[in-house]
Nanobody
Framework: QVQLVESGGGSVPDGGSLRLACAASQRPYSRTIMAWFRQAPGKNREFVAL????????FYAGSVKGRFTISRDNPKNIMYLQMNSLTAEDTAVYYC???????????????WGQGTQVTVAS
């Protein structure tokens, strides 16, 4: 079981930016998929973005496409989520996840971090 630790959350004004990080306790495999999900108060957890660790392909939810960018630091086993043009609708706890299926379905992911809070003040 891999340990995932998120960091980088905080409070920002409307229109601001944040960069989240997810550090993995072990080196991702060639077929590892890492993803970001988020859960707003009173709502279900939803998919944000994913990346195929070795191949580098990415996929984004429509609500964040063009504003969020997922990237990886392969030697350090860290995945990032650069979030720009944030709005109050982006306020949520953000989680990183580890799996082997290229999918936005959260049930497919095997390991999860503890989450980091992002608050956007309107």
């Amino acid at each position: 079981q891999v340990q995932l630790v998120e960091s980088g959350g905080g409070s920002v004004p409307d229109g601001g930016s944040l960069r989240l990080a997810c550090a993995a306790s072990q080196r991702p495999y060639s077929r590892t998929i890492m993803a970001w999900f988020r859960q707003a108060p009173g709502k279900n957890r939803e998919f944000v973005a994913l990346t195929r660790w070795r191949a580098g392909s990415e996929f984004y939810a429509g609500s964040v496409k063009g504003r969020f960018t997922i990237s990886r630091d392969n030697p350090k086993n860290i995945m990032y989520l650069q979030m720009n043009s944030l709005t109050a609708e982006d306020t949520a706890v953000y989680y990183c996840a580890w799996g082997t299926q290229y999918t936005s379905e959260e049930t497919a992911y095997e390991d999860w971090g503890q989450g980091t809070q992002v608050t956007v003040a309107s």
